[in-house]
């Protein structure tokens, strides 16, 4: 199976798309990387194809230009792709609504909702072919709102309806689909928001014990090797010490 099979990853030049590609890697399954830093995919590529000896191919895409998307699937068209981890996604700035800079919203609407749903719609054709498996990363802010998060938040929300969605549309498919929303990991994400400030990056997640990438990525492959009848709908993943969005108990 696995060698004609494709995993789809979106995002996966660090964090949790890079973790799920060392994951499945491992599993022997060939892999499609997807994200804007192309040479970070191709040394992922190069070392995961050297260990695990997976065909990987990489392909560059700035998701906030939907024709990337499109282009993207079209080069895909011969490739049968059995999972599909839709994680590509962003917070930018955090801050009050009123008070927040636009193109941060227009970015984040633009990544997390747009191309969130234009992937899922070219790809799910691919994964009905092969009953396979869909993977959304939402997000705890898409349960709970927070001071400063408005659009970020509204666009988790977003993600995880459209999954529950999904999953009712796919019934009958043989299609999985699976939500996992994660808390509080340390990975680019808080960079990433706070626009490369590390000192305040480096506060998010000070005093307790955060989770890493691979913390959701063993959860995802837990996820995904179950037997083809049981479906894992939605999954809130927080470190311990993490009990809502905002309650964090710091030692
Ligand atoms: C990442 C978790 O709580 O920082 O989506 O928004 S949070």
Not at 51 to 77: C, P
Not at 156 to 164: D, E, G, H, L, R
Not at 188 to 200: A, N, P, Q
Request: glycine share 8%; aromatic share 8%; charged share 20%.
């Amino acid at each position: 199976m696995s060698l004609k099979y494709y995993s789809l990853i979106t995002g996966a030049s660090s964090g949790i798309g890079e973790a799920c590609a060392r994951r499945l890697a491992a599993r022997n399954q060939n892999l499609i990387l997807t994200a804007r830093r192309l040479d970070r995919l191709v040394a992922l590529a190069e070392e995961l194809t050297q260990k695990y000896q997976v065909d990987v191919k990489v392909v560059a895409a700035d998701f906030m230009n939907l024709a990337d998307i499109d282009s993207l699937m079209d080069g895909l068209s011969e490739l049968k792709i059995n999972i599909l981890i839709n994680n590509a996604g962003f917070a930018l700035g955090k801050s009050q609504l009123h008070e927040y800079d636009w193109l941060d919203f227009e970015q984040m609407i633009g990544v997390n909702v747009k191309a969130f749903t234009r992937v899922a719609q070219l790809c799910i054709p691919k994964i009905i072919e092969t009953k396979g498996h869909i993977v959304n990363i939402s997000s705890i802010a898409g349960i709970e709102a927070y001071e400063g998060g408005s659009v970020y938040c509204g666009t988790k929300a977003f993600v995880k309806m459209v999954s529950k969605a999904m999953r009712i549309d796919l019934a009958g498919t043989g299609v999985r689909v699976t939500d996992v929303a994660p808390g509080a990991v340390e990975t680019e994400f808080s960079l990433v928001r706070f626009k490369g400030d590390k000192s305040k990056a480096d506060v998010v997640y000070e005093g307790f014990v955060p989770l890493v990438a691979d913390d959701v990525a063993d959860v995802i492959d837990f996820a995904i090797t179950r037997p083809a009848h049981v479906n894992i709908e939605y999954l809130v993943i927080t470190p311990t010490a993490q009990a809502s969005a905002t309650r964090i108990s710091r030692g």
